[in-house]
């Protein structure tokens, strides 16, 4: 079945320190890969998405490569801030198995001034 | 102007207990759906709902029971309350067809059982 690993948390780091958060997954069909973040007492949010290999989402600053030979969609933010704070979910929609997203199990980042 | 809402944001019951969890949106999405988060925030899909009938039922006790009225709501009902049912609850909802359609999520309905 479908699986995706991201990194344990939580990350923390300094005021416009540069973000990885690791994403790695399996699935049986093609995916689309997404980002979602989720800000304290709130639902998840798209953060970025995308839908074939070599593709680049990107949003707000942060982005991620569609890595097809190594089932990978790595986080990156070049210089992150006290606002970034959040939990950053990794997940996939496999075409196999309609709009049923996996998710990854969570990453906190906490950014301090 | 709420995307997706669900009611109530907190639920505090005892063991026992029936309660619901409602939820709208006013996308104009045809599927919607249930999430559970857990403590640790591990996310796990419940069920989907496409245009009121259900496509997705992943393995969730039968004391859990949607009800989809017209495409634009999706409610959950949960009979006989446990200690284990204690998380946050997310209601979503899609475009059909669209594997590559993001989700839309509610704030999260925090379940507290006693």
């Known amino acids: 079945g479908d699986s995706v690993t991201q990194m344990e948390g939580p990350v923390t780091l300094s005021e416009e320190a540069f973000l990885t958060i690791n994403c790695t997954y399996t699935a049986t069909g093609y995916p689309s890969l997404f980002w979602y973040v989720q800000y304290p007492g709130e639902g998840l949010q798209l953060l970025l998405k995308?839908?074939?290999?070599?593709d680049k989402g990107s949003n707000k600053g942060f982005e991620a490569t569609y890595r097809k030979e190594t089932t990978s969609f790595h986080l990156e933010k070049g210089s992150v801030q006290v606002s970034d704070s959040a939990v950053y979910f990794c997940?996939?929609?496999?075409?196999?198995?309609?709009?049923?997203?996996?998710f990854g199990g969570g990453t906190r980042l906490m950014v301090k001034p | 102007d709420t995307a997706v809402s669900q009611t109530p944001k907190y639920l505090v019951t005892q063991m026992g207990n029936d309660k619901s969890i409602k939820c709208e949106q006013n996308l104009g999405h045809d599927t919607m759906y249930w999430y559970k988060q857990d403590s640790k925030k591990f996310l796990k899909i419940m069920f989907s709902?496409?245009?009121?009938?259900?496509?997705i039922n992943e393995t969730v006790p039968n004391r859990f029971s949607p009800k989809s009225p017209d495409k634009a709501h999706l409610n959950l009902h949960i009979n006989s309350l446990e200690l284990g049912d204690s998380a946050v609850y997310f209601c979503?909802?899609?475009?059909?067809?669209?594997?590559?359609?993001?989700?839309?999520f509610g704030n999260g309905t925090r379940l507290t059982v006693t």
């Open positions: 997940a996939l929609s496999d075409s196999n198995a309609g709009n049923m997203l996996t």
């Open positions: 979503a909802s899609s475009r059909t067809g669209l594997h590559n359609s993001p989700l839309h």
């Open positions: 709902y496409n245009n009121k009938e259900l496509i």
């Open positions: 995308a839908t074939k290999a070599d």
